[in-house]
């Protein structure tokens, strides 16, 4: 059955590109403010079950953040799944509306700093080590240098997925050997009700063992408020969309993007919620490209 856990690319660093992310955060975008909320709603997560926390170097402070609470909160390395990702670098440095907030490089030079990085701040707590958004043209797959170290990591490899290329991605992944060993067991994706085009793909990858993963269930905040194409989703469209995506056989965790209290105390609903029948709100998928354009496009904010 699958779990809801929480991503911290919304709580790590002072602008994102979720819907009303900037109305959610406030006026307050200090370093000091960041860490405050982060904590809180980690607590929130925490105290309405989730175990499962992911984080990323290029999210801003992120990884900070969550060892710093781990740490004050006590919380054992037994009691809790940390997944963290390499492969893009925080640039903004905190500025507002810098016009480069992180940049990509999946090359050897990158995950040897990187690794050490994520390893000194989450080093008891990490299991899992993805990288940030694997795509067939970043070449990441054909890299014989990169892989062969992933494979030597102590902790599993997995990899993260982005734009409508997600599926071809995802199923080159499963084939990759080193030593004839699987280097990876892991995927991390979005699939949400406007973007299901991975869906057979990401059940491949379960049926071949891989822990699944998805991200942005709730399509970076456009389905998370009552509105013009959410009706069909009730008063509450983030608890509908969210139980419709934890309902998917194939999926092992859904990360909430959660960046207030309140916003992680409704999507924990989502466990417990009736799943809306499938006849209604399958027509909310639009075509990827569609999709993928208007997300490359959002403002962060």
């Known amino acids: 059955m699958a779990v809801l856990g929480l991503g911290l690319a919304a709580l790590g660093r002072p602008e994102y590109l979720t819907v009303g992310h900037g109305d959610s955060l406030g006026a307050d975008r200090s370093v000091d403010g960041l860490r405050k909320r982060c904590e809180q709603v980690c607590d929130a997560a925490w105290a309405g079950g989730i175990r499962w926390f992911d984080a990323a170097r290029s999210y801003g402070l992120a990884e900070q953040f969550l060892s710093g609470w781990l740490t004050s909160r006590r919380i054992g390395a037994e009691d809790v799944t940390v997944s963290s990702k390499w492969g893009y670098t925080y640039t903004a440095d905190w500025q507002p509306h810098a016009e480069v907030q992180e940049v990509k490089d999946h090359s050897a030079a990158a995950l040897a700093r990187q690794w050490p990085e994520s390893e000194s701040l989450l080093g008891p707590w990490l299991r899992l080590y993805q990288v940030h958004s694997a795509t067939l043209d970043s070449g ?5 240098a990169v892989l062969r170290e992933l494979a030597g990591l102590r902790v599993p490899v997995g990899l993260s997925l982005s734009g409508r290329g997600q599926a071809d991605t995802l199923r080159r992944a499963l084939e990759i050997r080193v030593d004839g060993l699987p280097v990876f067991s892991a995927v991390q994706a979005t699939w949400n009700l406007l973007e299901p085009s991975a869906g057979d793909a990401l059940s491949e990858a379960k049926d071949a063992g891989w822990t699944v993963i998805v991200k942005e269930p709730l399509a970076n905040g456009r389905l998370a408020v009552p509105g013009p194409g959410t009706e069909a989703l009730g008063e509450r469209p983030d ?13 092992d965790v859904v990360l909430s993007g959660a960046v207030t209290v309140e916003q992680m105390k409704s999507n924990l609903d989502a466990i417990s919620a009736e799943v809306p029948e499938p006849e209604r709100y399958v027509s909310y998928a639009v075509d990827p490209s569609a999709y993928w354009s208007e997300r490359a496009a959002m403002r962060w904010t």
């Open 140 to 144: 990441i797959l054909d890299d014989g």
């Open 239 to 251: 608890v509908g969309a969210l139980a419709a995506v934890l309902a998917q056989p194939w999926v």
